[in-house]
């Protein structure tokens, strides 16, 4: 169920390039690419006399080269996402760099981040394997998620002002307006914004941490089911408008049930 910002902003624009595998595997479909990272935005350059001798320059090949690779880290977290990067497939740092119009270095660096959040691994001398992942893992993953989410959900509702929750209104629209689109990459960074948004309000940013890294890693395709169904997505991000409306309510049953089924749609 969780395959959950609205990406209109959050992501930087996508032109169409081809990922292309390290195995002998069919070819995979497009991928979206940040213009940034492959080379076609001008770097901003300093101007003269804004240091003095005693203030050294930044250092501007390390600022872009992080900026680089966080650009890269996000297409290819919506590419996972998409569908796009196939469960069981080996990707070479050196071929999709090439791909991005860039080293293979920022490519390896977003990879190893991936392999961190468990949805890659790396295949020795050959690249990065996309995780293969079954159904028990992705229920495993929604009971931990119900367990931490739904005490401080039901504690929220009873003391955060309607009001509140009544800002969090526009990141719920976004759910839905991404479900109705299809865009699975943009639905899954919408998603994760407004449970964040939700937990935030505890005051508890270890939480939050821990949460949205267990929701990061709900998204990840399953094998032989990479894509979402549009239906599943336009379904989920109903019940985000209707928590919403629970909590603003201060409806403590409907808070529970719709939090717990929400989560158990996760293996949908």
Known sequence: MEQGGAREQARAPYTSAAFSSATTSPSVPPVRMPEQARGNQPCAEPVRG?????????????????????????????????GELLPGQVYSAPVLGARFGVSATPVREAMQQLAIEGAVEVVPNRGFRVAERGPQELAELAEVRALIEVPVMLRL?????????????????????????????????????FHRAVLTLSGNQQLVMVADDLHRRSQWPLENNPATRRADLLADAAEHTALLDALIAQDLAVVQSLVREHFAGADR
């Open 157 to 193: 509702a009873r003391t955060v002002e309607q009001v509140r929750w009544a800002a969090l209104r526009p990141l719920a629209e976004a759910t839905v307006a991404a479900a109705a689109v299809g865009d699975r990459a943009s639905y899954a960074e919408s998603d994760r914004a």
């Open 50 to 82: 804004e240091h003095t001798h005693s203030e050294p320059p930044a250092p501007r090949v390390v600022v872009q080269r992080h900026s680089v690779r966080g650009q890269i880290l996000d297409a290819l977290r919506a590419a996972l996402v998409d």
